[in-house]
């Protein structure tokens, strides 16, 4: 899977939009960019995922540039519970399931 | 989430002695993942199941560790011997079907060992 850089850490005013950028120059025509973020104390949660058009969930919005090197995820308004370490992650999806290689992630936190 | 519990939460050990880790998914799951994470990292991979079949174990960092999903369901890490640096957050996650893209998190078990 490719590599992924992200900024260590980010402040965001809570009701503003927070944008996380992530680097994945290495990224193969088969790989997704997955999104997860882990609360204090929790489990990692899926966000969202794409493969090279930009998507939108109930969560959050992802923009893929058009050479895939690089995404950023977008959480419209931020609210103080979306504090937590949101990682990136670039992913094959083959016929067997496959792990998720985390790197260090950013830690997003929503200032009131 | 999704019906994913793991237990105990958290669990002192002390050197030495052996622990076992479970993790209890709903049923439908076919994929199992173990993850450890040390403090202040990203959670790396240990071991996958597909059903009751160990199909990857590349992740696990001695033949101290050991885990097995006998009947597909249910899934137990053992540690033996643990060692200090065993300590960290041991986290199972589950998917639906084979290349499934979520993987659902349980909230991880806590192991300190002194």
């Known amino acids: 899977d490719a590599k992924t850089t992200q900024p260590p850490s980010m402040d965001c005013a809570e009701g503003r939009a927070a944008n996380l950028p992530c680097n994945h120059s290495t990224i193969s025509g088969n790989e997704y960019v997955y999104w997860y973020r882990q609360i204090h104390s929790q489990g990692p949660q899926y966000i969202i995922h794409?493969?090279?058009n930009n998507e939108t969930n109930e969560m959050a919005s992802l923009i893929i540039t058009e050479d895939r090197k690089s995404s950023t995820l977008i959480l419209p308004h931020a609210t103080l519970r979306d504090t937590a370490v949101y990682y990136c992650?670039?992913?094959?999806?083959?016929?067997?399931?496959?792990?998720?290689?985390f790197g260090s992630g950013t830690q997003l936190t929503v200032l009131p | 989430g999704a019906g994913v519990s793991q237990s105990p939460r958290y669990k002192v050990a002390k050197r030495g002695q052996d622990v076992a880790l479970r993790c209890d998914p709903i049923?439908?799951?076919?994929?199992l993942f173990w993850y450890q994470q040390a403090l202040g990292q990203g959670p790396e991979f240990l071991t996958y199941f597909q059903n009751e079949a160990q199909l990857d174990k590349s992740g696990l960092p001695s033949d101290r560790f050991f885990a097995e999903r006998p009947e597909g369901s249910v899934s137990t890490l053992k540690i033996q011997r643990t060692q200090q640096e065993d300590s960290a957050v041991y986290l199972c996650?589950?998917?639906?079907?084979?290349?499934?893209?979520?993987?659902?998190f349980g909230p991880g078990t806590r192991l300190t060992v002194t």
């Open positions: 992650i670039v992913r094959a999806v083959s016929g067997s399931a496959r792990q998720l290689t």
């Open positions: 049923s439908g799951h076919v994929s």
């Open positions: 794409g493969l090279k």
């Open positions: 996650a589950v998917a639906s079907a084979r290349g499934s893209y979520e993987q659902y």
